[in-house]
């Protein structure tokens, strides 16, 4: 379980939105148990002063309390207050009741009853010290008949009726507020020329039972707060957190390089922006997987491409060593044979001829053989070039070969031709193509060499060259190996009727770099070599 908590964004925002508001209602409800009758206390207190101020107002406008009696009724029953009003002997003039003490004591809901007893025998000996008094005065008012003593005692008794009704009513006054909590206001007055104490008290009966209700209810409230802290917090942890859960999964895809699932939701908050920068990223990563993987293709294919350079490379060199090992043997046993004059070898001269004979064609293998190095070391450029002119330049340095053998030459080549080609390269290929004719066609017997140049018929813009020569056939098992470096048709490798085995190797090299067309094939008199430019 603890796991799962600590495992689990939602689990945790779920527990932690409910403790919120389980502490926030219980915080709420123990404020206002706490505050509450404080609050309606003091505010009752403020009430209880403007109603009071309000219901002088009204009384001062009569001369009498029986007068202002409705005034008095109608306070009490629109802001549900109790007034005792007492005249200045500390009678009861309002209500119309037993004593003051038993209203102010009714008031707060009927407790102190020995405290009504007191002040019923105090306002009874009050009576009886009044009358006494009263007895006392006039025998000596008639005794006497001064008036001034009269007054004297008069003022007197009054000042001792006052500090009497003050002392009752604080007296009435805190015991209601010890034994009922609530608001009471004493305030004196004059009317018609009497004096009068009012005392206005306001119960604290409603928030009394607001309380007590509070207290029975608050298994119910703790019940429903439970649940409801419990559905809102369900509620919105799957709000906040579902779009981080669909976000974790993509992000897990993401990271099995799986870039098919992108976040499809519709919020414009941090989340949204936070799916959104995640498909941006998914996109990007995506592009660069793909393009890595282009890359790497290319990559292979050019490593596979090198290897197999190199195995060529390789193979070529191997070829080249072999073939001018036997030159430079028979070169190396001609020389040591005159040395020592032995034998055949006595006749110098004629070894000597062959010597040179063998040096030249290890010359021309060599020069091949740095062609092919420029080839493929120099940077391919090229130019706007006359084909044309370059190819009859070739066969008018053949003409003087081809007027030995006794070949016949038929030429087709337009005036001008254009193409963007390597002239020195071009001009490679001419050579070797009809220095191959020219050796390899058997001399008379109406053989003949044809060279052709024209424009392509379909489109206009190939070149298509054609060298054909009559008399001689390839074996079909041959033609595929043509082009290979030091391969040659004839099985003896003789060099009276065969090149270095380069030339071939020379021409497929150039074309390639020109992106040409090539092919080697025997047609019904001869053999053709052609390639589309």
């Known amino acids: 379980m603890i796991k799962k908590i600590r495992n689990s964004l939602t689990v945790k925002i779920c527990m932690l939105m409910a403790v919120l508001l389980l502490a926030s209602s219980g915080i709420t409800y123990a404020a206002v148990v706490r505050f509450l009758p404080t609050y309606y206390s003091n505010q009752l207190q403020k009430d209880l002063d403007v109603i009071s101020r309000g219901m002088l107002d009204g009384i001062r406008s009569y001369h009498s309390i029986d007068e202002a009696a409705n005034v008095i009724e109608l306070y009490e029953a629109s802001s549900k207050v109790s007034v005792v009003i007492l005249d200045g002997r500390g009678e009861k003039v309002w209500p119309r009741t037993e004593t003051v003490i038993e209203e102010i004591l009714l008031t707060g809901s009927g407790a102190g009853e020995s405290q009504m007893d007191e002040a019923t025998a105090d306002s009874a000996a009050e009576e009886d010290m009044e009358a006494t008094a009263d007895s006392a005065a006039e025998e000596d008012m008639e005794a006497t008949s001064d008036s001034a003593a009269e007054e004297d005692i008069e003022m007197i008794a009054d000042g001792a009726v006052a500090e009497e009704v003050e002392a009752v009513a604080g007296d009435a006054v805190n015991v209601q507020a010890k034994e009922n909590p609530s608001a009471v206001k004493q305030y004196s007055f004059e009317l018609g020329e009497k004096k009068y104490t009012m005392v206005v008290s306001g119960g604290m009966q409603p928030v009394n039972q607001a309380m007590e209700i509070l207290k029975q209810i608050f298994p119910y409230i703790l019940a429903v707060s439970v649940f409801a802290a419990v559905l809102f917090a369900v509620g919105l942890s799957l709000y906040l957190t579902m779009p981080v859960v669909r976000l974790s999964r993509i992000s897990k895809r993401m990271a099995s390089l799986d870039f ?110 740095l062609t092919v190095s420029r080839i493929e070391s120099q940077a391919f450029r090229t130019r706007k070039t006359d084909m044309a002119e370059l190819l009859r330049q070739k066969i008018a340095d053949m003409t003087e070969l081809i007027e030995d053998k006794k070949l016949g030459l038929e030429v087709t080549i337009p005036e001008r031709l254009y193409a963007e080609v390597n002239p020195g390269m071009l001009e490679k290929v001419f050579s070797n193509l009809l220095m191959n004719a020219v050796r390899y066609t058997p001399e008379g017997n109406g053989n003949e060499i044809r060279v052709i140049l024209q424009p392509q018929e379909k489109d206009g813009r190939t070149a298509v060259c054609r060298v054909e020569n009559t008399g001689v056939f390839i074996p079909e098992e041959a033609i595929p190996h043509l082009f290979e470096a030091f391969y040659r048709a004839e099985q003896s490798r003789s060099r009276q009727t065969g090149g270095s085995g380069l030339g071939l190797y020379i021409v497929r090299m150039i074309l390639e770099q020109h992106k040409a067309e090539y092919r080697i094939e025997n047609i019904e008199d001869g053999v053709r070599f052609s390639f589309l430019l």
Do not use: C
């Not at 990563?285 to 793909?290: E, P």
């Not at 393009?291 to 390789?314: C, F």
């Not at 070529?316 to 030159?327: C, D, G, I, N, Q």
């Open 260 to 369: 098919g699932s992108s976040y499809q939701g519709k919020r414009t908050d941090e989340i949204g922006a936070l799916g959104m920068d995640l498909n941006e990223l998914s996109a990007n990563l995506s592009h660069a997987l793909s393009d890595l993987k282009e890359a790497n293709a290319r990559l292979k294919s050019d490593i596979d491409k090198e290897r197999e350079i190199e195995k060529k490379r390789i193979a070529f060199f191997s070829a080249v060593s072999h073939e001018l090992k036997t030159p430079i043997t028979i070169l190396k046993g001609h020389l040591s044979g005159m040395l020592q004059g032995v034998g055949e070898y006595q006749n110098r001269d004629y070894y000597l001829q062959r010597s040179q004979e063998t040096t030249e064609k290890m010359e021309d293998m060599v020069r091949e053989l």
